[in-house]
């Protein structure tokens, strides 16, 4: 049973250039979290999603950011315009039930030059 | 904001029992305590939650007092891979987002 898949693994870009990061939940689960982890600092919870609907964007940024979660295909984390200030581990993390007892994937480091 | 409190980092001896400590002295009735790991810049790592009482699985033992205001994290015999940064987090669980605070890094020695 594959884990939580992220991808891309690295991924750079200029600034002002888009970012996609994808997220590919563990077979069977329904409910999908971003987090993002700034360089020496904690994870930071971003956006709370089940199967097309957004739960809780209490984390996200208010402009350039946003997240889907399809009714088929991977959720996707989008950063328009990025700057080097977006430059983090994005980590994305799944459960069947919503409850915290969640599988994380390995993450993509997004590096904007 | 986390909820929990944690001292900053802690060491043990290969071999030997790791009790890492959390306070939660405002943990309300339905939120239960979680225990992550993060190693390195690996993506974190689910170890064990509880409610009230202990739990014990394949990785670790959680120790939950009876006030329900404190638990303690117990490694029975760490080894070097279990170097790592150690979160508690409160949650109510369903539908809820986790809050990552600073955490609790330990080492362990050869």
């Known amino acids: 049973n594959a884990g939580v898949m992220q991808n891309p693994r690295h991924l750079v870009r200029r600034r002002g250039q888009e970012a996609r990061l994808r997220c590919s939940p563990m077979k069977g689960h329904s409910h999908v979290y971003w987090y993002r982890q700034l360089p020496e600092e904690g994870l930071k919870f971003m956006v709370y999603?089940?199967?097309?609907?957004?739960?809780?964007e209490s984390g996200m940024p208010k402009e350039r950011f946003s997240a889907e979660f399809p009714k088929e295909g991977p959720s996707i984390l989008r950063i328009q315009q990025v700057v080097r200030g977006d430059s983090a581990a994005y980590f994305c993390a799944s459960s069947p039930d919503g409850s915290g007892g969640y599988t994380f994937g390995s993450g993509t480091r997004l590096t904007v030059v | 904001d986390a909820k929990t409190t944690q001292p900053p980092s802690m060491d043990c001896a290969e071999g030997r029992a790791a009790n890492l400590p959390c306070n939660h002295s405002?943990?309300?009735?339905?939120?239960?305590v979680y225990w992550y790991r993060q190693i390195h810049s690996q993506g974190p790592q689910y170890i064990i939650h509880g409610l009230k009482n202990n739990e014990t699985n394949e990785m670790a033992s959680l120790i939950i007092t009876e006030d329900r205001k404190s638990s303690t994290l117990i490694l029975p015999h760490a080894t070097l891979r279990d170097t790592a940064v150690y979160y508690c987090i409160v949650s109510e669980g369903a539908n809820s987002k986790l809050t990552f605070g600073k955490g609790i890094t330990l080492s362990v020695r050869p």
């Open positions: 999603l089940q199967k097309e609907n957004i739960i809780d």
């Open positions: 405002t943990i309300s009735g339905n939120e239960y």
